[in-house]
């Protein structure tokens, strides 16, 4: 379409959004305008959908309640653009710049195109929203629906998403410092990695998210939901947490002394330790007996955890990087997803341990420890005992296996870059 043509057909828009004769709604559905210049224009309530706006100019254009599902924005200025109820689903956003563009009410969750399959039939295919490595800094995207959205490697720097559904958004290693997160929905969305220091997530819900690695420090999360939120190495310094999490964050030794009363009154008297996604890195904790313990998520890094008892504890997704497990009991420990690289488990014990019944009665039964898609990069195994694990995925590419026992483990799919030396065969 040539610019005459374009402007033409603005023209007739502006007509029709005025209610004047000679006026018709703009058409632009599946052109394609790669590189147009169309900012300070107004296309509300315009039909674009599947149109190629590749490195397109929309800086300060009207684009509220227009239909851009499908449509090709990547690379385009965006910038001062508002899209207040457009539709966008299944738009293609990457690397696009949204500073300061206004989305409230947007619909950005996935789209569907039908597309000629094998069979000889239509067959509807689901697209994301593709907001990767977009910059959103201070965009306005209230009340927007990013469902399933691709948000990765984003900038939304003092972005308002307050109210936003991001329900299964990907999040990872995005900026989001200073964002308004104040209601939304994160339910079971991926915020690895990720930035949200001074971020407000009052009232919002972080249910089933994976928050491993991300940095929430000076972020208002006291009144946000974190039910089975993985918090593995975050960062909270500063951070104002929630009743629960803060009294996690309490006295060590009170907790453990707790735990301790609690193991040995077979859940009588005391408290079981659970401390999942807390900061543990560095600590001195040589000795410590956190058997049945929940640290799902617990950052270990380069922690004295030597002689350690942690019979049938919950270790999945820990982070246990270079830290010193020598000589620790792991007997039917959970490990699934935990970090171990360059972690010493030299004479540590993962054995199975006999489940018994309520009474202590012995049941023949055993329950073995499992380090599913675990990694042990570059650990010191040197006679440790993995009899009977379940190391299925595992990782073991340069880690040091003399005299490692693998008797009756299960070794599915598991990364092994060399035959154990001297180490007993599974």
């Known amino acids: 379409m040539l610019p005459k043509d374009i402007l033409r057909l603005l023209r007739k828009h502006e007509r029709w959004l005025e209610g004047k004769s000679g006026g018709q709604q703009a058409n632009l559905a599946r052109l394609n305008l790669i590189g147009a210049d169309l900012s300070y ?5 315009a039909e674009m959908s599947g149109a190629i706006l590749q490195r397109s100019n929309l800086n300060g254009a009207n684009l509220s309640n227009a239909r851009l599902a499908t449509a090709d924005l990547s690379l385009a200025n965006l910038v001062h653009a508002d899209f207040t109820g ?108 990720g930035n949200f220091s001074g971020g407000n997530f009052s009232g919002a819900s972080l249910r089933q998210t994976d928050a491993t690695g991300a940095d929430f420090s000076n972020a208002v999360l006291d009144t946000a939901d974190l039910r ?36 040995k009154s077979h859940g009588k008297t005391g408290k079981r330790a659970i401390l999942d996604g807390l900061d543990l890195s560095n600590q001195n904790l040589a000795g410590v007996k956190l058997s049945g313990a929940s640290l799902k998520g617990t950052n270990f890094t380069g922690a004295d955890l030597r002689r350690g008892v942690f019979e049938l504890a919950d270790l999945s997704y ?28 030299a004479k ?22 499992n380090l599913t898609r675990a ?32 008797t009756r483990a299960i070794l599915e799919c598991t990364t092994l870059a060399a035959i154990p030396i001297g180490g007993t065969a599974p």
């Open 228 to 263: 089975n939120t993985i918090l593995g190495s975050v960062g909270l310094h500063g951070a104002k947490l929630p009743p629960s999490l803060a009294k996690r964050a309490g006295s060590l030794e009170s907790i453990f002394e707790s735990h301790l009363q609690w193991i």
């Open 348 to 369: 540590a014990r993962l054995v199975p341990v006999e489940i018994r019944s309520a009474l202590g009665e012995r049941t023949g039964r055993l329950w073995p420890s």
């Open 318 to 345: 820990a982070n246990l990087r270079n830290a010193d497990l020598k000589g620790a009991l792991l007997a039917g420990a959970n490990l699934t997803g935990a970090d171990l690289k360059g972690a010493n488990l």
């Open 375 to 406: 990694t042990l990069t570059d650990a010191r195994l040197t006679e440790t005992d993995f009899t009977a694990a379940n190391l299925t995925q595992a990782d073991f590419r340069g880690a040091d296996l003399k005299n490692t026992i693998f």
């Open 41 to 45: 224009t107004n296309l509300s309530q």
């Open 86 to 193: 457009a539709d966008l689903q299944g738009a293609n956003l990457h690397k696009a710049t949204l500073k300061r563009a206004k989305l409230v009410g947007a619909n950005l969750r996935e789209g569907r195109v039908a597309v000629w399959g094998e069979s000889d039939d239509w067959k509807a295919i689901a697209i994301s929203v593709d907001l990767s490595d977009s910059n959103l800094d201070e965009a306005e995207l209230m009340g927007a629906n990013l469902t399933g959205a691709d948000l990765r490697r984003s900038s939304a720097k003092d972005g308002d998403f307050t109210g936003a559904t991001l329900v299964n958004a990907q999040i990872e290693n995005a900026d989001w410092r200073g964002a308004k997160l104040n209601d939304a929905n994160l339910t079971n969305a991926g915020l690895t990695g």
